[in-house]
């Protein structure tokens, strides 16, 4: 397993998570977070890429539930969105029903693709005036990938 959180294009942060998940990381990540997101308490958006995951036990998605929880009034006025990417449609689904059931306390978008996560992300932080459009147009030409051009007939 692993998570890797990437902070260096802040406002926007990216997080990078594949493989099985277990407990101890992900509570390491979590741990991560709150140094990276709640403490310094300034506005930011969220990029869960989760396209690689083989398996995120129950008991992680637990402790996701008790971190925002924990960390919910903070969240709440800094996290200008979270967009997740899940390359599998029924994770995609599961995220969208316990949204449903449980609203986070921040704007969302559930994606199969990383690219499109970040797009969503950077266009929030855009709206918020949190980032200049000439910036977040930089940051969508460094990380998304570009489709191939086309052969014309």
């Known amino acids: 397993m692993s998570i890797l959180i990437d902070a260096s294009r802040a406002p926007l942060i990216i997080t990078t998570a594949s493989g099985v998940l277990n407990d101890t990381e992900y509570a390491a990540h979590l741990d991560e977070c ?36 924990t960390h919910r009034p903070v969240i709440g006025r ?37 690219d499109d996560a970040i ?15 000439e910036s977040a147009g930089l940051i969508e030409r460094a990380l998304v990938r570009r489709e191939a051009p086309r052969a014309s007939a």
């Open 34 to 69: 709150t140094k990276l997101i709640v403490q310094p308490a300034r506005p930011y958006a969220y990029v869960y890429d989760g396209t690689r995951i083989d398996q995120m036990p129950s008991s992680c998605r637990q402790l996701q539930a008790t971190w925002i929880n």
């Open 78 to 114: 800094l996290n200008r969105g979270c967009g997740f990417a899940f390359a599998s449609a029924i994770t995609r689904g599961l995220l969208t029903a316990v949204h449903w059931i449980s609203p986070p306390p921040y704007p969302h978008s559930i994606s199969a693709t990383r």
């Open 119 to 133: 797009r969503w992300c950077l266009d929030r932080l855009v709206r918020a005036g949190d980032m200049s459009r």
